[in-house]
């Protein structure tokens, strides 16, 4: 169990990452903030890479490298006027800890960095811990972290997304799709002369709906949900839209592929052009392009895989036997959303999640985490640290 002063730490420190502000791109003072807790807590390395990640290393006994990664870019905090505490003010309350990032992830992250040092002090610490700042996860999930498992081979990768305390061995993925339709301009009076790419647009999201996405037993549905939508010119003033673009966000599951996903929307684009000769459409898998705060340029396909470890896997299993030691269910569960570990899994890396909180509290105003999940994760984390022994 944590001691009250270790207990005070970990707030302390969830405290001062939630009060800066971090979106992606501007990540550094929140890094900066993360190696100052590094080095205070004795970490053997610390570490900032070319994209900004932060990586610190703690030296075991023998066993096994793992690599723990939080991301630290959050969503923006919107409307502040709909907030009841200041999210970035770090407020706790009726046993909770709000602000933007408290549950994604600062908490975890806060967590996983005392716990592991923790462990180290009390020579429980087994192989090699890696502790990663990562940034860049809300605009391209695995993106940038896939520098930090370039430079770092571990053995296994645990996710410090929140789970509620679950052991989490599977996750769905994510693609970005942009669909665009064509028109031709004409006068707003005079419509029949030329074609509304916007209308086109509104068939096509009509078409699309009717769909019925590929489902699961256990990562549900694959959702296709639209996001965005543009038409040119814009603004526009009496003239008629030529080109319409809308984005879609899709939820992928697993063994899914960009053509596979492609294809029912390419299906449906074919069949609204059989009907109608002047509609003309198509859909592509967006390509990103991230700027780090360190001004180095990422691109990469915004379509990031499904994943599953297997429950019989022996450092899942190994996982799952340390933290019910510490008296957590460790019920295995899965993740709806995208995290880093869709990229880990995708290279071949055996990929676990555990952190605090629970997903529907992510991204939404007045964004909190309660104290037992932060705490309990430090417990998990504890517990983590000296279970691969191999």
């Not at 078409?207 to 990562?219: F, K, Q």
Request: negative net charge; hydrophobic residues 45%; glycine residues 10%.
């Amino acid at each position: 169990m944590l001691s009250e002063a270790r207990r005070e730490q970990i707030l302390t420190i969830a405290q001062s990452l939630v009060r800066i502000p971090s979106l992606a791109g501007e990540e550094g003072a929140v890094i900066e903030q993360t190696a100052h807790w590094m080095h205070e807590l004795g970490y053997d390395n610390v570490q900032v890479d070319a994209c900004g990640n932060l990586i610190g290393t703690l030296h075991g006994g023998q066993g096994t490298t793992v690599i723990y990664d939080s991301h630290v870019d959050t969503v923006a905090a919107g409307d502040l006027s709909a907030w009841r505490y200041d999210p970035f003010g770090g407020a706790v309350a009726d046993g909770k800890l709000y602000g933007r990032g408290a549950c994604d992830m600062k908490g975890s992250l806060a967590a996983s960095l005392a716990a592991l040092a923790y462990a180290k002090q009390d020579g429980v610490l087994r192989g090699t811990a890696l502790v990663s700042a990562s940034v860049g996860e809300e605009v391209i999930e695995g993106l940038a972290f896939s520098h930090v498992l370039a430079a770092h081979k571990p053995d296994l990768v645990v996710i410090c997304e929140a789970t509620e305390l679950r052991l989490v061995t599977a996750g769905r993925g994510r693609a970005e799709i942009t669909i665009t339709t064509h028109g031709k301009s004409a006068h707003a009076s005079t419509p029949q002369l030329g074609v509304n790419a916007l209308k086109q647009m509104a068939k096509l999201v009509s078409a699309l709906d009717l769909l019925a996405p590929p489902e699961e037993a256990r990562l549900g549905k694959g959702i296709l949900e639209p996001t965005e939508i543009i038409s040119l010119p814009y603004p526009s003033v009496s003239v008629l839209p030529y080109e319409c673009r809308a984005r879609y966000d899709r939820r992928l599951l697993l063994g899914e592929t960009a053509e596979s996903v492609l294809a029912p929307i390419n299906t449906t684009i074919a069949a609204l052009a059989a009907a109608d000769p002047t509609f003309r459409a198509e859909a592509s898998i967006d390509i990103g392009a991230f700027t780090c705060y360190t001004g180095l340029t990422l691109h990469g396909k915004k379509f990031q895989v499904a994943w599953q470890t297997d429950a019989a896997h022996p450092l899942v299993r190994a996982a799952q036997a340390a933290l019910q030691r510490a008296g957590q269910a460790a019920e295995i569960g899965h993740y709806n959303f995208c995290t880093n570990g869709s990229y880990a899994a995708s290279i071949g890396l055996p990929v676990i999640g555990y952190g605090a909180g629970a997903e529907t509290t992510a991204h939404i105003t007045d964004e909190y985490l309660a104290l037992d999940q932060l705490f309990g994760a430090a417990e998990g984390y504890y517990a983590l640290g000296a279970a691969f022994a191999t």
